[in-house]
């Protein structure tokens, strides 16, 4: 009952705007810090993987392993991906374009943050963006660009999936 609310309700996309449009104030205030300014996460990975020990870790030791062997070494590209990626989802989620993938972007950088020890913020922008994912297109149905950009972009590249101008994912 929930979910159909969620879904398909007007009153609930104008809820979830509003998770919307926090979210993507957060993560573009976030990620434009770090493009213009001179964002450097080799300190916060180290940091990280210092908490995979004891003996209650606050990090996991494959999350740890990964970080030391993956994201250390190439902490030039993750400075990059991080920085980019949280204004890109944040901007998205701001004028509600491709709603649905950057929440679920913007929730996989919570759970990356979540699996190095982070706390702060996390956990509560996860959980409003679980509520846009369920919620799915009627996150951005009323009110964001998605209404005009993905029944278009799908009625001319899947014909035969969209059936009264709804498109594949919900």
Do not use: C
């Not at 996309?13 to 976030?30: C, E, K, P």
């Not at 606050?58 to 990626?85: C, E």
């Not at 944040?90 to 699996?115: E, R, Y």
């Amino acid at each position: 009952m929930f979910v159909k609310f969620l879904r398909e309700k007007k009153s609930a996309s104008i809820i979830l705007t509003i998770f919307r449009l926090y979210l993507g104030y957060t993560w573009t205030i976030a990620g434009f810090e770090k493009v213009t300014g001179s964002f450097d996460a080799t300190g916060f990975l180290h940091g990280s993987v210092s908490k995979a020990t004891g003996e209650h870790p606050a990090v996991q030791s494959w999350w740890a392993d990964f970080l030391t062997h993956v994201a250390i070494p190439n902490a030039d590209f993750f400075n990059f991906i991080v920085s980019w990626g949280e204004l890109l989802v944040g901007l998205a989620l701001l004028l509600g374009v491709f709603t649905t993938f950057s929440a679920l972007m913007g929730a996989i950088m919570n759970f990356a943050f979540l699996f190095s020890g982070t706390v702060s913020t996390n956990p509560q922008m996860l959980l409003l963006t679980i509520f846009i994912l369920v919620a799915g297109r009627n996150a951005s149905r009323w009110i964001g660009l998605d209404r005009w950009i993905l029944p278009k972009l799908f009625k001319l590249n899947h014909k035969s999936t969209t059936n009264n101008n709804e498109y594949p994912f919900n």
